[in-house]
């Protein structure tokens, strides 16, 4: 059974850096492009950033290019490192898996998700 574990979320003032991780297990990812979202109260989950596992391909949302960065292990876990956090990008952040095609930024073209973490950006 395939699990997506992530960790790292938590409070931190505008402007602070937080690095969730986004622990695979279950099968081997590699070849397959895995995503990161957020889903912030009373919206839509939105995409955030993806990446072509051991490639290192990358794509991210528009309101993030520049201070969020993805990356991978290689191995089993995937990272988002975020800088100059904004109190609006308080959210739960989700890891995903397994593109499966339908578009990158599109929440059903990945076929595993995670439990999320919390993101708090305080103003």
């Known amino acids: 059974q395939v699990q997506l574990v992530e960790s790292g979320g938590g409070l931190v003032q505008a402007g602070g850096s937080l690095r969730l991780s986004c622990a695979a297990s279950g099968r081997t990812f590699s070849r397959y492009t895995m995503g990161w979202f957020r889903q912030a109260p009373g919206k839509e989950r939105e995409f955030v950033a993806a990446i072509t596992w051991s490639i290192g391909n990358t794509r991210y949302a528009d309101s993030v290019k520049g201070r969020f960065t993805i990356s991978d292990n290689a191995k089993n876990t995937v990272y988002l490192q975020m800088n100059s956090l904004k109190p609006e990008e308080t959210a739960v952040y989700y890891c995903?898996?397994?593109?499966?095609?339908?578009?990158?930024?599109?929440?059903?073209?990945?076929?595993?998700w995670g439990q999320g973490t919390q993101v708090t950006v305080d103003s």
């Open positions: 995903a898996g397994q593109y499966v095609g339908g578009g990158y930024s599109s929440v059903g073209a990945y076929r595993y």
